[in-house]
């Protein structure tokens, strides 16, 4: 048993109360961090380049399809749900070889995300943790959430604690479910990313919702598909920067606003399959409609996304768990159902990856230019 996991009394009587009876997950007894290398540091002054157009050759196009290195070891490989998510067991991230890797991509593109359990990558450092993910592609820099104090920058942390309730806070007064894809503001939104848990709340909650953004697209009629494809969205990270502002003083702002004009439907580079690529966190208008027209279809879409239970799936984590999924063909949403003030500890490792690829590029055929009153408006 890991150093300060509880586990359960084996008395069998029936007066016991269930909760002498639960499973705890690992806590240190004095209270203090598993992994206080990982707490969350904040620098108002910080400020970092932005990583600039590069070119994205996705691992996942090396990949054998057979996974014969990255199965090589797995004692067991179980699908969450049929549309997303694989739980494979016996294979330890740290140790797989780049063709290893490779085969990671493409697992990742085509089941949306990976879990795997019992992982020592949490235990390795910095340098090798980013080494792994950054064979993915360049890896990201947050424009506000906080990294190690004592080291990369590219560690997103995720801290949740009484001690810190700076992101809890952040969500008062709204639902904290909100399904998005990391970072699709940017030019070259994020692919094959990491998650790594090292502290879970006390009992139960905390888990991530996976939904597919593939199997969301193709439940779709195909009428309706037709007329999403070649549409394109403006994505911004403004309601994220306003929400940071709020810090006062303390606020971090490392780089300038993202704003980006994305496909509503895009082509995984190497599965090319079609994903419905629009968030209800960053994905604010469709470019050419009318405010209400925009409005209205996205509000589709974003219900469509979050009502529909039977193409997600839901992690639940462990100290040493940790996600891999693809961001180009899921969203995904926090849940922030444990008790105020219990720890929630993790980080993030998120490598960028292509330009998204329209699955199809609409024709202008004139009509709006046409039109004064809305060339006048710029509405075309
Ligand atoms: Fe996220």
Redesign the pocket.
């Known amino acids: 048993m890991a150093p300060g996991l509880t586990e359960a009394p084996t008395s069998t009587s029936v007066d016991e109360p269930l909760t002498s009876k639960l499973i705890k997950r690992q806590k240190n007894e004095d209270g203090s961090p598993l992994y206080p290398d990982y707490m969350p540091f904040y620098d108002p002054l910080e400020k970092v380049e932005d990583i600039g157009e590069f070119e994205h050759f996705d691992a996942g196009h090396r990949a054998d399809p057979k996974l014969p290195n990255l199965l090589a070891n797995a004692t067991k490989v179980a699908d969450l749900s049929p549309h997303v998510g694989t739980e494979i067991e016996g294979v330890q991230l740290s140790r797989l070889s780049e063709a290893g890797l490779d085969e990671l991509a493409l697992l990742t593109a085509k089941r949306g995300a990976l879990v795997f359990r019992n992982q020592d990558f949490s235990d390795i450092g910095f340098k090798a943790q980013k080494k792994i993910v950054g064979h993915f592609g360049p890896l990201h820099i947050h424009g506000w959430a906080p990294h190690p104090a004592a080291g990369s920058e590219a560690h997103m942390i995720i801290y949740d604690h009484k001690e810190d309730l700076r992101v809890r806070r952040s969500w008062k007064g709204r639902s904290p479910v909100q399904w ?1 894809t ?1 970072q699709s503001p940017e030019p070259q939104p994020p692919g094959t990313t990491f998650i790594c848990m090292l502290e879970s709340p006390a009992s139960a909650g905390g888990d991530t919702l996976v939904s597919s953004s593939v199997a969301a697209f193709n439940a779709l009629s195909p009428r309706f598909r037709k007329r999403l494809e070649g549409l394109t969205a403006i994505h911004s990270n403004n309601d994220g920067v306003s929400q940071e502002l709020k810090n006062g003083d303390g606020a971090v702002m490392r780089r300038a606003h993202l704003v980006q004009e994305h496909p509503v439907v895009i082509l995984h580079p190497v599965t090319k399959e079609k994903a419905l690529y629009v968030n209800p966190v960053y994905t604010k208008r469709i470019v050419g409609f009318d405010q209400e027209e925009s409005d209205y279809l996205l509000g589709f879409l974003f219900d469509h996304i979050a009502k529909r239970q039977d193409l997600q799936c839901r992690v639940r984590y462990e100290t040493g768990t940790v996600l891999v999924w693809d961001q180009r063909v899921t969203n ?1 949403s ?1 849940t922030l159902d444990y008790p105020a003030g219990d720890r929630r500890h993790a980080f993030r490792l998120t490598p960028l990856a292509n330009k998204p690829i329209p699955s199809l590029v609409e024709e202008d055929d004139g009509e709006c230019a046409e039109d004064f009153a809305r060339v006048s408006l710029g509405l075309c």
Do not use: T
Request: glycine fraction near 0%; hydrophobic fraction near 0%; avoid cysteine.
């Open positions: 998005h990391d995904h926090q």
